[in-house]
């Protein structure tokens, strides 16, 4: 059975999707772009703005799924610029203190022309 995943401390979808799908004992959470939930609109203007707005709406949906950043086994990130990765790294590094596993890429543009993206998977036991 799928479970939706939906808070309003994170940005509300902005398509056809959910925020995150419980299956199991695993969460599924889209990717999170820097929305500020309370205003919708965009936090900061850099890289390492951007990155700490991500996290914390990926924080969100993490405790809305009953879990939390040590429970996270995979993410997977988007750039915009990949000048942006020691940047980018010296945020993420600070929430995803267990390591797990990580894909990281430049992409050409990202929704709402914002600097980084990051979708994870957790477990919820």
Same mark, same amino acid.
């Given at each position: ?17 959910? !925020? %995150? ?9 889209? %990717? ?11 936090? %900061?203007?850099?890289?390492?703005? !951007?990155?700490?707005?991500?996290? *914390?709406?990926? %924080?969100?949906?993490? /405790? ?29 590094? /600070?929430?995803?203190? /267990?390591?797990?596993?990580?894909? #990281? ?6 929704? *709402?022309?914002?600097? #980084? ?9």
């Amino acid at each position: 059975m799928l479970k939706k995943v939906s808070t309003d401390k994170a940005p509300a979808a902005i398509g056809p999707y959910s !925020q %995150g799908i419980i299956v199991g004992d695993m969460l599924f959470a889209s %990717g999170q772009i820097p929305i500020d939930p309370a205003t919708g609109d965009i936090k %900061g203007k850099d890289i390492t703005e !951007q990155a700490q707005q991500v996290m *914390k709406n990926v %924080g969100a949906i993490l /405790e809305e799924a009953g879990t939390d950043y040590t429970k996270v086994v995979k993410t997977t990130c988007f750039l915009a610029e990949m000048a942006d990765f020691a940047a980018f790294n010296s945020v993420y590094e /600070e929430y995803f203190t /267990e390591k797990p596993a990580r894909s #990281c890429v430049a992409v050409k543009q990202l929704p *709402k022309n914002v600097l #980084c993206e990051v979708e994870v998977i957790a477990y919820l036991g």
